[in-house]
Nanobody
Framework: QVQLVESGGGSVQPGDSLRLSCIIS????????MGWFRQAPGKEREFVSR????????LIGDSVKGRFTISRDNAKNTVYLQMSSLKPEDTAVYYC???????????????WGQGTQVTVSS
């Protein structure tokens, strides 16, 4: 079983930056795709970004394209989400997840972290 632990969330002002981290531990089978999702109150879970285990294929969701980037450091078993030019609409709980498939669908991700809150307000 894979364990995922997110960190790096917080309360920031519009235009600020944050970097989220997701540490991966446990029994890693295969080369899972790692994804970031977010969920705001009253809304469905939304795809933010995903990256392959090798780090050679990354995808950024349309709502954050140009502002967020995803990366990974396999030596540290860590996936990062660098968030810049944050907006109030980015406020949500951000989750890290792992999937055996190259996908953006939340239902295809088998392992999830507990989430980290990001709040953007002035």
């Amino acid at each position: 079983q894979v364990q995922l632990v997110e960190s790096g969330g917080g309360s920031v002002q519009p235009g600020d930056s944050l970097r989220l981290s997701c540490i991966i531990s446990g029994r890693i089978v295969g080369n899972p795709t790692m994804g970031w999702f977010r969920q705001a109150p009253g809304k469905e879970r939304e795809f933010v970004s995903r990256i392959t285990w090798a780090g050679n294929l990354a995808l950024i969701g349309d709502s954050v394209k140009g502002r967020f980037t995803i990366s990974r450091d396999n030596a540290k078993n860590t996936v990062y989400l660098q968030m810049s030019s944050l907006k109030p609409e980015d406020t949500a709980v951000y989750y890290c997840a792992a999937s055996s498939r190259l996908t953006t669908a939340p239902a295809a991700y088998d392992n999830w972290g507990q989430g980290t809150q990001v709040t953007v307000s002035s």
